[in-house]
């Protein structure tokens, strides 16, 4: 497609269950971010890949968050053992090289009960 | 450390009047800076960018920012506003690190408000 698509759109799940949350970059995007958005707070950086590598994972809150992009495409954010804290919009991005702008997807708006 | 304050959280404006929303960064090295618009239940689109060179740049939608290296702020204008600009803006600070990422740092948001 032309722009960054992620799926679902919104997801209920309860709390301790696993979620996964799905992005397709834009074609030939290097270069792919994940970023938590709490509500009436602006994005916060989870982890960047270039290609399959995930060169930075810094901003990941604890150990029950993974992301993975076995191809250099698409790639997947796991959230395993839900809790209500995890209630946020999650933001994927590309860009074509990492010092180019990064364009976003629409997010996947996650609510933990 | 890195980081974007945002000190206004909601701005009312007349359509057709100007408009200033306000940005103030700390980062350590040259930043690139950004301006993001984010409707509701979308994602964000860029507005504009600073990389280097002309520190007024030219953006979509008719928008524009000034950078200031002594001020620290890139702040966003616009002439004239129009109902269609009612909207969250997010102003972002990045800047390629140890591993080449252009990790963003975002504000807070300024939420505008459009009157007739």
């Known amino acids: 497609g032309a722009g960054v698509s992620q799926s679902p759109r919104y997801k209920v799940a309860k709390r301790g269950q696993d979620v996964a949350l799905r992005c397709d970059p834009i074609s030939g995007h290097v270069s792919l971010f994940w970023y938590q958005q709490a509500l009436g707070q602006g994005p916060e950086f989870l982890t960047y890949?270039?290609?399959?590598?995930?060169?930075?994972k810094s901003g990941l809150p604890s150990d029950r968050f993974f992301a993975e992009r076995p191809e250099g495409s698409v790639s997947t954010l796991k959230i395993q053992r839900t809790q209500q804290e995890d209630s946020a919009v999650y933001l994927c991005a590309s860009s074509i090289m990492s010092n180019q702008p990064q364009h976003f997807g629409d997010g996947t708006r996650l609510s933990i009960l | 450390a890195q980081s974007v304050t945002q000190p206004d959280i909601h701005i009312t404006v007349s359509e057709g009047a100007s408009l200033e929303l306000r940005c103030n960064y700390s980062?350590?090295?040259?930043?690139?800076l950004f301006w993001y618009v984010q409707s509701p239940g979308q994602g964000l689109q860029l507005l504009l960018k600073?990389?280097?060179?002309?520190?007024l740049v030219q953006g979509i939608k008719g928008f524009e920012a000034e950078f200031k290296r002594s001020q620290s702020s890139f702040n966003l204008r616009k002439p004239s506003v129009h109902w269609s600009d009612a909207a969250e803006y997010f102003c972002?600070?990045?800047?390629?690190?140890?591993?080449?990422?252009?990790?963003?740092?975002f504000g807070t948001g300024t939420r505008l408000t459009v009157i007739p």
């Open positions: 972002a600070v990045g800047g390629l690190d140890q591993t080449g990422a252009n990790n963003l740092f």
């Open positions: 600073y990389f280097s060179g002309d520190t």
């Open positions: 890949f270039q290609n399959e590598a995930q060169l930075d």
């Open positions: 980062y350590g090295a040259t930043p690139y």
